[in-house]
């Protein structure tokens, strides 16, 4: 059973905005902490951001930072992934994950996670 439930994404243009959202209302345990991490064509999984749980810190990649924003609301159990002035290297799948413990290693660590969803496609055109 799916536990993690991503929507959001599609075909915009270049420089379009676009949010994505992840439902883990599904998932019952104590999380630590939900990512978001990418995956373009051809290329090895990317972190994109987190976000803890216990004071909704967000961390990014350095490479997202300033574009990228993740945010949460606690009533719905989602967590979202703003990303504003899309470029055509955006495009790729996203997926969110979550992660039980606070000590297992890095949050950009895709292997730190428990949990993944499926993914939402995201295409960005030039």
């Known amino acids: 059973q799916v536990q993690l439930v991503e929507s959001g994404g599609r075909l915009v243009q270049a420089g379009d905005s676009l949010r994505l959202s992840c439902d883990y209302s599904?998932?019952?345990?104590?999380?630590?902490?939900m990512g978001w991490f990418r995956q373009a064509p051809g290329k090895e999984r990317e972190f994109v951001g987190a976000?803890?749980?216990?004071?909704?810190?967000?961390y990014y990649s350095d490479s997202m930072k300033g574009r990228f924003t993740i945010s949460r609301d606690t009533a719905k159990n989602i967590i979202y992934l703003q990303m504003n002035s899309l470029k055509s290297e955006d495009t790729g799948v996203y997926y969110c994950?979550?992660?039980?413990?606070?000590?297992?290693?890095?949050?950009?660590?895709?292997?730190?996670?428990?949990?993944w969803g499926q993914g939402t496609q995201v295409t960005v055109s030039s």
């Open positions: 599904r998932r019952t345990d104590t999380r630590y902490a």
């Open positions: 976000i803890t749980l216990s004071d909704n810190m967000s």
């Open positions: 994950a979550d992660r039980i413990r606070s000590w297992s290693g890095p949050l950009s660590d895709g292997a730190s996670y428990d949990d």
